[in-house]
């Protein structure tokens, strides 16, 4: 079987846009969530994660220029230009710049979104209701189209391999990296750039999710201490913005170029609840089920792991499904060290499982794992678990999961593995990522659009 490692990692987040940046930031503890404009003040919940301006934030500010030429963003909403610089960082870091036919029909993109281009959606309704349709741009719909990320991309690179864009909820972008695996196990590709972008700090989103009782509301004069999960004074997630690409070869493939590989993805998995709409069942069955199938295939024992990056949105009933399937995989007596690095950057809801897997390997990478913030008094739930509250901490690990769980109809699991040896090959971390997702089953009660979107997010 090929094997497949990382070598690139791109991230624009909250905390500040440049994986090193925003890792630093990470591990020292800070907040990137804040207070929303004034045009949300009608809003319930008035906290986000908002990726900061260059104005606000010079040395980790967002800034597109150096990608994407002012007059063409334009013609783009927010979560592709997001994609664009996290993907630019990537391909920088991996030094994959081809140029020749056949390697760029050898090269892969799969990017995700959970939402896409709602901000444009949003302003295309606004224009059409104020002047008309007629009035409506030409690029007003590939402005809003998910799988333009993508095409973006590849579009700017030449890449003419395999394409795809998973729209899974919060856990497309785990989906992403693992189709992108299987695309390179298959053969059909020999690197792929994939991960996941998001972008609807928006009053349609934030409003559908208020409406859902899915954000909090108990912090809006302090936004720094919103997000809590596992915390027993949790209300809800923090809606947040960001793209997390990564950029995976075939071993022989980068090591045959002189890559330094990062991690090795050394399998992938995926399960469904098949249980409500909004809500997975209390014992997290399929979480469970999704990490003991990737584990399988990785070749790993549960004891093998050390650390476990949780998905864990802070939300009341989303946190404890997610501990009871810990606890059913790794046992009870905290032998793994859990992080929720949500607590620090909001949920990115599509873009999350990139993010939080590039946290996760460069947890492996320094060997610490990130402190969980605002864990002031644990869910009785979390009994038995070792989470990493507050500081962090250094531990000796192998290996690392990175948990993504969300509502659709699959459950992707990655796994990243070590094993390599010898001066020729650099060391590589494993690392094993999984994502849940609960099945589609919609009763007979009538929804508008704003409920059923918030209702697939209300426990991702």
């Known amino acids: 079987m090929r094997r497949i490692v990382v070598t690139g990692l791109g991230l624009v987040s909250p905390l500040g846009c ?48 150096f990608v994407v030429p002012p007059k ?25 710049a081809p140029s020749d036919a056949h390697t760029m029909e050898r090269t892969a993109t799969v990017i995700a979104s959970g939402i896409g ?12 209701d104020q002047r008309g349709a007629r009035r409506l741009s030409p690029f007003t719909v590939p402005s809003f189209l998910a799988n333009l990320a993508a095409g973006h991309i590849s579009i700017r690179y030449g890449f003419k391999g395999p394409i795809g864009t998973p729209v899974t909820a919060c856990a497309a972008s785990v989906q992403a990296i693992g189709d992108a695996a299987r695309l390179i196990r298959s ?67 980068a ?42 295939q990785a070749s790993l024992k549960p004891g093998e792991i050390q650390h476990l990056n949780a998905h864990s949105t802070s ?28 607590s620090a950057t909001g949920h990115l809801l599509g873009a999350a499982g990139g993010a939080e897997a590039i946290f996760t390997i460069l947890a492996l990478r320094d060997q610490i794992a990130p402190p969980t913030l605002n864990l002031e008094n644990a869910d009785a739930a979390a009994e038995g678990i070792d989470i990493v509250a507050r500081e962090a901490r250094r531990i000796p690990m192998e290996h690392a999961i990175s948990n993504g769980f969300g509502f659709g109809a699959s459950t992707p699991a990655s796994s990243f593995d070590a094993g390599i040896d010898g001066e ?36 991702a």
């Open 18 to 65: 440049g994986s090193e940046l925003a890792w630093s930031r990470l591990l020292a503890a800070h907040s990137g969530l804040a207070i929303l404009p004034e045009w949300a003040a009608a809003l319930p919940a008035r906290v986000a994660g908002m990726v900061p301006t260059k104005a606000d934030d010079p040395d980790g500010g967002f800034d597109p220029d």
């Open 72 to 96: 063409d963003q334009r013609r783009m909403d927010r979560f592709i230009l997001f994609a664009l610089v996290a993907a630019g960082e990537a391909m920088a870091q991996a030094a994959w």
């Open 117 to 128: 281009g709602f901000p444009a959606i949003v302003e295309a309704v606004r224009i059409t």
């Open 187 to 253: 053969g059909e590709a020999d690197v792929a750039i994939c991960g996941g972008s998001e972008a609807c700090i928006d009053l349609v989103s934030l409003g559908g999710f208020a409406a859902a009782r899915a954000l909090s509301t108990g912090f809006n004069e302090t936004p720094a201490r919103a997000s809590r999960p596992f915390d027993r004074d949790r209300d809800g997630f923090v809606m947040a913005e960001g793209a997390g690409i990564l950029v995976i070869e075939e071993l022989e493939h």
């Open 255 to 296: 090591l045959g170029r002189g890559a330094k590989p990062i991690a090795e993805i050394a399998g992938y998995g995926t399960t469904a609840d098949a249980y409500h709409i909004t809500s997975g069942p209390e014992d997290g069955d399929g979480a469970r089920r999704a990490m003991e199938g990737a584990l399988r």
């Open 315 to 342: 939300t009341p009933v989303g946190d404890v499904c997610e501990l009871e399937a810990i606890k059913a995989v790794f046992g009870r007596d905290g032998k793994i060290a859990v992080s929720a690095t949500k």
């Open 424 to 459: 020729r090959h650099p060391a590589i971390s494993k690392f094993v990522r999984f994502a849940r997702l609960n099945v589609l089953i919609c009763d007979e009660r009538e929804i508008d659009l704003c409920q059923f979107i918030c209702a697939l997010y209300l426990l």
